[in-house]
């Protein structure tokens, strides 16, 4: 089932978000819902809190269909970074939550990411490029920060008040 995706700013994109305790069938028809709602926006990644659920659950899916790669669809209970490289990747960032607007953020080009998968297992994978950068933009969610967070006060300011505007004018239809 497609969820709703909450726009920024909104006070539940800002929260530091739980640890998922045990995996249950509801916490694995989320991570579907999640799943569907990602494509049909369409984006590369979601993050829980970003439909209003304050657990540490992301799913993302970076192939690119156009480049004939299979879809790679990742579930990631609570994601963490093992570690990161000192080499840096610039990428132009967006968020399903901030639509339209996109701005180049700094991130490390290699992490190592430890998570749960729907099954329950423990999952280990070094990510790089574009994967590094879509798994860390998601694990930020879970500790309530946005990519705009990483820009300059001016420039955040400015696509805040182009968000309240989104709002303001889809609230009235």
């Keep these: ?8 700013p909104d006070p539940r994109l800002k929260k530091l978000c739980e640890p998922v305790p045990d995996l ?6 989320l991570a579907d819902d999640m799943l569907e709602t990602m494509y ?3 984006g590369i990644g979601l993050a829980a809190p970003q439909i209003g659920i304050l657990s540490r659950l992301i799913v993302l899916d970076c192939a690119k269909s156009d480049n004939g790669e299979e879809a790679r669809p990742l579930v990631m209970f609570n994601p963490r970074v093992l570690a990161s490289s000192d ?10 939550s901030i639509p339209d607007q996109y701005a180049d953020v700094e991130r490390p080009k290699l992490v190592d990411v430890e998570w749960m998968d ?29 990519f705009i967070d990483y820009l ?3 420039k955040r300011q400015l696509i805040t008040r182009k968000m309240v505007k989104f709002k303001r004018d889809r609230a009235r239809g």
């Design 118 to 146: 729907a099954n329950g297992n423990v999952q280990r994978e070094e990510f790089d490029g574009l994967w590094a950068t879509c798994v860390q933009h998601e694990i930020d969610h879970l500790d309530g920060k946005l």
């Design 40 to 42: 049909d926006a369409p």
């Design 24 to 29: 249950s069938d509801d916490l694995r028809v």
């Design 87 to 96: 080499e840096r990747n610039v990428y132009e960032e967006g968020c399903l």
């Design 1 to 8: 089932m497609k969820r709703n995706i909450l726009i920024h």
């Design 152 to 154: 300059k006060p001016l």
